[in-house]
């Protein structure tokens, strides 16, 4: 892999710097069906607190994962989406998953 932009890192270790956390793929995963808003992401992701979930958007926000729409109303109506660099990581999501179920009784989550 070409290191010569990253200031010689390691791409696989920048990669988890982006998608690493707790509920970020969590949360990439509940993206991939649309766009949702904050509510509806805490449904899906019922086990992430408030204070995590937040700090987790924020994160994926920041690098350019997803991106927050506030919409002028009252109250306020925030929505996240999916950016293209994080729809091409969804394939990637899928294929880790699948190699979970293929090795879990060889492996322990």
Known sequence: MKTSDLDGRC????????????????ILYQLAGGTLRYGELQRAVPKATQRML???????ERDGML?????????????YTLTEPARRLLPILETMGQWLLDN???VRP
């Open 11 to 26: 791409p696989i270790d920048l990669a988890f710097e982006v998608i690493g956390g707790k509920w970020k793929p969590v």
């Open 54 to 60: 937040t700090l987790q958007l924020r994160e994926l």
């Open 67 to 79: 991106t927050r729409t506030v919409h002028a109303s009252v109250p306020p109506k925030v929505e």
């Open 104 to 106: 879990h009784g060889e």
